[in-house]
């Protein structure tokens, strides 16, 4: 395995992370402690010390496992988990600097640790990335030591170039992959000259890139991939049907 420094952080990671989100629910299969547990643990064997997680996965079961599975082991795991995506609906309005810290004591609750390595805002409208008030909320929780370091997992690149104004802004979470290409030619040259982390999500969008969806692929009614941007169910989850339709895919 290699490894690389985390922008700002400092910290030793591991160049391929793990994501958790088929650990807790939304991929069509129920949730199963045991084989969170198996490849929670599998991965750390091959030598991944980062692992991403977030409170809206399955209801914080895979915060749970994620937790005690680092609990599990000797070497440090870095845990980074998002917060936001509970407040419904989905609002600028709804984001209040009461209800992230709640949002993040839970997740100290649910993954039984006593410091969150990473605290990340969770894709939230593009009005909350102008508000001082929710930035400086995790600057006191840093200082109250809850968290270690904060982040953003964003939509657009122009929501990662604001958030990066930000000191305590340590990582930026992004698509990117071979379909989601504008990152590198608008934002990683800033995200380098302010020592920004960058951690890629849907690298292999959501499976399309892994080589194993063909034309006859069907998923099932509770995949996230079951659905279009607006909540549409698909008939055939086509290849070129779920790159028009999935909202991860599109500019």
Same mark, same amino acid.
Request: net charge neutral; charged share 25%.
């Given at each position: ?113 006593? @410091?969150? %390595? ?9 009005? /909350?990335?102008?508000?001082?008030? !929710? #930035?400086? &909320? +995790? ?16 939509? @657009?690149? %122009? ?9 305590? /802004?340590?990582?930026?979470?992004? !698509? #990117?992959? &071979? +379909? ?18 960058l951690i890629i999500r849907v690298p292999l969008a ?46």
């Amino acid at each position: 395995m290699s490894f690389r420094i985390l922008g700002k952080t400092g910290w030793k990671v591991s160049e391929i992370g793990l994501g958790t989100w088929q650990v807790g629910g939304g991929w069509g299969k129920a949730f199963d402690l045991k084989k969170a547990n198996l490849l929670l643990h599998t991965a750390f064997d091959l030598g991944i010390n980062f692992v991403d997680t977030a409170d809206v996965y399955d209801g914080g079961l895979s915060e749970a496992a994620v937790g005690q599975a680092v609990r599990e082991r000797s070497e440090k795991i870095y845990v980074a988990t998002k917060c936001g995506r509970r407040i419904q609906p989905h609002l600028n309005e709804g984001y209040t600097t009461e209800r992230l810290r709640r949002f993040v004591e839970d997740s100290l609750r649910n993954s039984g640790l006593d @410091r969150l %390595d990473l605290i990340q805002l969770h894709c939230p409208p593009s009005e /909350v990335y102008g508000r001082d008030e !929710i #930035f400086g &909320l +995790f600057e006191d929780l840093r200082s109250e030591g809850k968290i270690d370091a904060m982040g953003v997992s964003v939509e @657009r690149v %122009d929501e990662a170039e604001q958030a990066i104004k930000y000191e305590i /802004v340590s990582t930026v979470q992004i !698509i #990117f992959n &071979l +379909f989601r290409q504008r990152p590198a030619d608008v934002f990683f040259h800033q995200a380098k000259e302010a020592d920004i982390g960058l951690i890629i999500r849907v690298p292999l969008a959501s499976g399309l890139l892994s080589g194993k969806i063909t034309p006859s692929t069907t998923f099932g009614k509770d995949d996230h991939r079951h659905f279009n941007r607006e909540g549409k169910a698909l008939i055939k989850a086509k290849p070129s049907l779920v790159f028009r339709s999935q909202k991860p895919f599109l500019q």
